[in-house]
Nanobody, 120 residues
Framework: QVQLVESGGGSVQIGGSLRLSCTAS??????MGWFRQIPGQEREGVAA???????YYSTSAAGRFTVSRDKDKNTLYLQMNNLKSEDTAMYYC????????????????WGQGTQVTVSS
């Protein structure tokens, strides 16, 4: 059974950092990624990484967020630095075996989400 479990969310001050983790069970996926959703808005891609090491970032994430992957642990990470209030959202881990990037259609499996709240 496919299971993606996120952790690492929480509350942080503006300018602070958080690291999200997502552990996948049962299978090693060609692509794993992070998405986020603010209530009332569409889910948007944040970052993704392929098993080959290619990384993909949204414009808002580039330069502040770093995605990495531990193949042995089947775990995806998202290091978020210099957090802004607009980064406040529910963050979802996703996995898939087609193409890799920050588009939802590339992903078939989703985690339950972890909340990130950035405030002053």
């Amino acid at each position: 059974q496919v299971q993606l479990v996120e952790s690492g969310g929480g509350s942080v001050q503006i300018g602070g950092s958080l690291r999200l983790s997502c552990t996948a069970s049962g299978y090693s996926y060609k692509c794993m990624g992070w998405f986020r959703q603010i209530p009332g808005q569409e889910r948007e891609g944040v970052a993704a990484m392929s098993t080959g090491g290619s990384t993909y970032y949204s414009t808002s994430a580039a330069g502040r967020f770093t995605v990495s992957r531990d193949k042995d642990k089947n775990t995806l990470y998202l290091q978020m630095n210099n957090l802004k209030s607009e980064d406040t959202a529910m963050y979802y881990c996703a996995a898939g075996n087609s193409y890799c990037g920050t588009y939802e259609r590339y992903f078939a499996f989703w985690g339950q989400g972890t909340q990130v709240t950035v405030s002053s």
